[in-house]
C-alpha cells in the first residue's frame, strides 16, 4: 500500500511524490506534475487529481488517512475538558463548546449554509422547560459539485449533561467522541476539495444540541430544515464512538452499527462494503433488532431523519461503566480505535456523496 500523502503538506511545498508511490499509474501522475511549471504546485496538483476516478482506492485511502488519531486526541482533550463545564444545554459551557466548533471550521474556511453564520438558533420556549435558555445547533457545508441540492448530513450531539455540584459531567465519549469524528470528516473532506476531489452531493456538518434533554437539536433541525429534508439523502449520526464495551473487551475492533437496512437496502450495502474494502472492523448488529429491548434506535438524533424517511446509520460503541458518569473523561477513549471507526464513516459518506445515483429507499409492503 502506498504510504499517504501529507495534504496539509502538499499545500505549501513544491517537492518530488514519487517516493510516495510504488505503483506506475501514480508515478505517471507525479511525473506530469514534475513538467509543469508556470503555476503553484497545489494548483498543479489540482488540474491532475480532478482527471482521476472518484472511485479510486488510493484516494480515498489518502484523505481518510488524515484523520489521525493524534488530532482526534487534541480535539477531544479540548472538548471535554472542565472548561467546557459538561456543555449542558443552553449554558456557558455549551456555549464555549459552540464557539469551538465555529472556529475550527472558519479554521478550515469551510463555510456555513448561506445566511446561517454556522448557528441554528433555538428559542427557550421550544425546550419546553428542559433548558433554561435559548440554544444553538452548529452546522458547516461543502456544496457539491454535481447535484448540490442532495444532502449528506453527518451528525453528532455536542451537548452534554453539565454539572452536579463540583462534579463536571466531561462526556468524552458521550458524545465528545463523535463530536470530535465530524471534525476530523469535514477536514479531510475540505482536503479533497482543496485537492480538486470536490464531492459531487452536499454534505452538512451538524453538530446538534439538546441529545440528552430529548434530542431536541435535531427535532428542531428537522421542523425547521436548512435543506429541504427531501433532498436530505442520508444521515449518519455518531454518539459515542470512543470506548470499548464489556462484550468486546478481549477484541475491540468493533462498532454497532444501527437503522443502516431499515429504509435502504443499499445504504447497508455501500457501509458493508466499506468495512470490507477499508477498515475490516466487526459491525455487530445486536441493537439493530427490533426486538431489542434498549431500543437505542430511537434514542439518539439520527431518529427524527428516519421520522421523516430518511435512511439513517447510527455509530455506536455500546455502553460501559462511565456512561453518564463524570469519569467519562478523555483519558479512557481508545484513539487509535476512535481513528478506525471515524474513517468508517468517511468512507461510507465518500459513495454516499460521490456515487453516480442517489440511494433508493425500500419499496414499502402493501
Known amino acids: 500500500m502506498p504510504k499517504p500523502i501529507n495534504l496539509k503538506f502538499l499545500r505549501r511545498t513544491n517537492f518530488s511524490i514519487f517516493e510516495y508511490y510504488n505503483n506506475w499509474s501514480m508515478k505517471k501522475i507525479a ?72 472556529d475550527y471550521y472558519k479554521s478550515l474556511n469551510i463555510s456555513s449554509p448561506q445566511g446561517m453564520n454556522y448557528l441554528q438558533n433555538i428559542p427557550v420556549d421550544f425546550f419546553k422547560g428542559r433548558s433554561k435558555n435559548d440554544s444553538e445547533n452548529v452546522m458547516a457545508f461543502i456544496k457539491g459539485s454535481e447535484k448540490p441540492e442532495e444532502i449528506i448530513v453527518i451528525s453528532a450531539h455536542y451537548d452534554h449533561v453539565g454539572t452536579k455540584g463540583e462534579e463536571i459531567y466531561f462526556g468524552a465519549d458521550d458524545d465528545g467522541s463523535g463530536t470530535v469524528a465530524v471534525l476530523e470528516i469535514a477536514e479531510a473532506f475540505k482536503n479533497a476539495a482543496d485537492m480538486g476531489f470536490t464531492p459531487k452531493r452536499s454534505l452538512l456538518f451538524l453538530n446538534l444540541t439538546g441529545e440528552e434533554i430529548g434530542l431536541m437539536g435535531a427535532k428542531y433541525y428537522t421542523e425547521n430544515p436548512v435543506f429541504e429534508l427531501k433532498n436530505t439523502v442520508a444521515n449518519l449520526n455518531i454518539d459515542m464512538i470512543g470506548r470499548v464495551d464489556k462484550k468486546y473487551t478481549n477484541n475491540p475492533n468493533y462498532v454497532y452499527l444501527i437503522g443502516a437496512d431499515k429504509l435502504s437496502t443499499e445504504l447497508h450495502n455501500i457501509s458493508e462494503n466499506a468495512n470490507k474494502t477499508y477498515t475490516n472492523l466487526i459491525l455487530d448488529y445486536t441493537y439493530n433488532d427490533e426486538s431489542d429491548p434498549n431500543r437505542f434506535y430511537y434514542r439518539s438524533d439520527h431518529y427524527h431523519f428516519a421520522k421523516n424517511n430518511i435512511p439513517i446509520i447510527f455509530y455506536f460503541n455500546g455502553v460501559h461503566e462511565d456512561y453518564h458518569k463524570p469519569t467519562d473523561t478523555p483519558d479512557k477513549i481508545n484513539y487509535k480505535l476512535l481513528e478506525k471507526r471515524t474513517q468508517l464513516v468517511f468512507y461510507t459518506a465518500w459513495e454516499l456523496a460521490n456515487r453516480d445515483e442517489r440511494i433508493k429507499l425500500k419499496e414499502l409492503k402493501n
Open 31 to 102: 511525473f506530469l506534475i514534475s513538467f509543469i511549471s508556470f503555476t503553484s504546485f497545489s494548483q498543479q496538483l489540482a488540474t491532475i487529481v480532478n482527471q482521476l476516478d472518484y472511485s479510486s482506492s488510493e484516494i480515498k485511502k489518502n484523505f481518510a488517512a488524515t484523520i489521525t488519531d493524534n488530532e482526534l486526541k487534541d480535539h477531544l482533550y479540548t472538548f471535554a475538558s472542565a472548561e467546557f463545564e459538561g456543555r449542558k444545554t443552553g449554558e456557558a459551557g455549551q456555549k464555549k463548546a459552540a464557539a469551538y466548533l465555529v
